[in-house]
């Protein structure tokens, strides 16, 4: 039988996609972190009300935060990263890369090499301690490790999909409030 936007008409059994990950979450450093949410292959491109890129935008959002939470809390011990769950470099400290991913480690920290003055604060700049926290920061921000593989086109539709159901939302709430404004209205002048 032939498969129509990913259903399952031959009796197969239920495959994971973002929102039904098989693999179990793993304990990192006190911190719950989900595996890596799966591309989904069934999105039909037409904006429907629970579009599957959307959530797949959710889950790697929520993967990389528990992520990046426990990178930081794991970065306070000795402890080392799983090799095979997806160990987010850019976040951990050097000790708790696996070994097998040092070289790795050491290749992305190449790349970054601050000048000497960036040590020295200037009057209400941030010193040596919060720079490594700023520059974190702004990594996360702009990190897309997470989409990896997938192509462009279905990031923007997701994070387009994601603003056309914020605005139709806020519309909506003030609708909301301008009809409770006009009742509230007519049921002073009704009673006066």
Partial sequence: MRQVFGGRLDGSGREASSRRDVNAPRLIAGVLVPHK?????????????????????????DWRKKRNLAA?????????????????????????????????????????RLSSSAYFPTKGAPGAQNL????????????????????????????TE???KAKKLLQKKKQLEQEKAASTASIKASNS
């Fill in 162 to 164: 994601k603003r056309v």
């Fill in 72 to 112: 930081e809390k794991l970065n306070q011990t000795e402890d080392i990263w799983p090799k095979d769950f997806d160990p987010p470099l850019k976040a951990l400290d050097f000790k708790n890369v696996p070994r097998e991913l040092r070289s790795a480690k050491r290749k992305l920290g190449s790349g970054k």
């Fill in 37 to 61: 949410p799966i591309e989904p292959d069934n999105c039909c491109m037409s904006g429907c009300v629970n579009c599957v890129w959307e959530q797949y935008n959710d889950d790697i959002r």
């Fill in 132 to 159: 490594k926290a700023s520059n974190d920061e702004d990594v996360d921000a702009n990190d897309d490790e997470a989409w990896g593989s997938v192509p462009v086109h279905f990031k923007v539709f997701a994070e």
